[in-house]
């Protein structure tokens, strides 16, 4: 800090008053920004009423900020460590937040919301204060004749000794001596040409199950839509697929709609119609019906007059719309009167 005058010029002479310098960081730019680490802030105002926009370091532990706009301290984060959490990778910020003073604080928030990405052999998991942590995916193993039971076990533990798994968590299986996600063992399995999906399993022998896993398949010669087969796996059957398969309708052509079985895209009915990649019929308003199978829109629904045709009804009773003169011109469209939405 540097003590200098500051000169105050009035008409006849001049008066010298001290005040106090601080060296201050450079001015924010035209559009209030800093280069990265810092945050503009405005100073100054009080009698004078000057104020001047400088640039201010973000405070600790928030040691970053946006460089394309960081015009108040908001924008300063802080940067959570990749390794901060051991057999696995964190990926994600931290904003700025007056009640998070130091590194430790701001670091149980990076646990707590940041992506985590575990090492192979352990998944995520969270403990009771909401911070991620890997969990090894194994739930007992056995150690190597040359080594110490008790000090395997030990270092498994620890996340770095080396065992046999012999017990996997919960949601993972034993395949090949390692415990793999018990959806991810079900991707592992061939002789699918659509989608695996689907769950694993382990016997009360310790034997892998994957009978929970399922292989969905376009039918490709499917007639008036689209659909899709999805089996079980079926180790005993060739190709490892169940021959018993259900059938997943997911859009008919249009006039045309689910069966009752719906299994299958047939030609909408009388009274009922349906649009491009509907999946259900759509039935006429107000007792209104079709004059042919297979409509596509509503404007195809009307009414029939004549002693045969819809019969409409009240608290007074029932009535038909009188039919047309029979020496009417084209008569037959005579009969129908179209619903009008």
């Known amino acids: 800090m540097k003590n200098i005058g500051t000169v105050f ?3 006849n002479f001049i008066i010298l008053t001290s005040i106090n310098c601080y060296a201050s960081t ?24 000057i104020t001047q926009n400088i640039c201010q370091k973000c405070p600790d532990p928030f040691s970053s900020s946006n460089s394309s706009s960081n015009s108040t301290k908001e924008s300063c984060y802080y ?57 090894n995916n194994i739930q007992s193993c ?71 896993c399922t292989c969905t398949e376009p039918i490709k010669d499917f007639s008036n839509g689209e659909a899709t087969r999805t089996y079980n796996h079926d180790p005993s059957k060739d190709g490892g697929w169940s021959d ?6 997911n859009t008919c052509d249009a006039g045309y709609c689910r069966n009752k079985d719906k299994t299958a895209c047939t030609a909408a009915p009388h009274g009922e119609y ?11 308003p107000y007792g209104s019906t079709t004059k042919e199978t297979m409509a596509t829109d509503i404007k195809e629904c009307v009414y029939i007059r004549g002693p045969n045709g819809t019969k409409f009804c ?5 009535f038909y719309l009188p039919a047309p003169p029979e020496t009417s011109y084209n008569q037959e ?6 619903y009008i939405n």
């Open 142 to 212: 056995t150690c190597s004749d040359q080594q110490n039971a008790t000090e395997c076990q030990k270092e498994y533990d620890n996340g770095w000794g080396q065992c046999t798994p012999t017990k996997c968590k919960p949601g993972y299986v034993l395949i090949n001596n390692s415990c793999i996600n018990s959806s991810q063992a079900c991707k592992g399995l061939s002789g699918c040409n659509g989608d695996i999906s689907g769950n694993a399993s382990t016997t009360p022998t310790g034997k892998t199950e994957y009978s929970g």
């Open 9 to 11: 010029l009035f008409t």
């Open 333 to 338: 469209n005579k009969k129908f009167i179209r």
């Open 274 to 284: 349906s649009h491009q990649y509907e999946k259900d019929c759509n039935s006429c």
């Open 79 to 135: 940067d959570c460590p990749k390794n901060l959490i051991i057999n696995g990778n964190l990926v994600g910020t931290i904003s700025y937040d007056s009640k998070i003073t130091t590194q430790d604080a701001a670091n149980s928030e990076c646990k707590k919301n940041a992506i985590l990405t575990c090492d192979s052999g352990y998944h995520a998991e969270k403990d009771a204060t909401g911070e991620q942590f890997c969990e």
């Open 314 to 318: 009240d608290n007074s009773g029932c």
């Open 244 to 249: 018993n398969y259900k059938i997943e309708i």
């Open 26 to 49: 450079a001015n924010c730019d035209e559009n209030n920004n800093c280069d990265a680490g810092y945050y503009c802030t405005q100073t100054g105002g009080g009698i004078s009423g």
